[in-house]
């Protein structure tokens, strides 16, 4: 455990920083497994639904610096293209 003052405040920010960032990571999860969830059911309106909520939650990730950019845009795209194709078919 820190002994200094400043060592102190700044275990305490890291640890509230530690469960926000855990808290967009597991929305963003959760979100990806309703888009999945929704395609493996052929359900092309809940899938679109369920995209749009899902990337929402992915960007606000991003700006909060829980998620790097590329790798939102790589979770993003791959959910669009699989959405897409069930729209398609």
Not at 21 to 49: H, L, P
Not at 54 to 74: D, E, M, P, W
Request: charged share 35%.
């Amino acid at each position: 455990m820190a002994n200094h003052k400043s060592a102190i405040k700044r275990a305490r920010q890291n640890e509230v920083r530690r469960l926000r960032n855990k808290n967009y990571r597991t929305r963003g999860k959760n979100m990806i497994k309703e888009v999945r969830a929704a395609i493996a059911d052929n359900s092309a309106d809940k899938a679109r639904e369920n995209l749009k909520n899902a990337v929402s939650v992915i960007q606000k990730s991003v700006s909060k610096g829980v998620l790097h950019k590329n790798t939102a845009a790589r979770k993003i795209s791959r959910l669009s293209r699989r959405v897409n194709q069930l729209t398609a078919s």
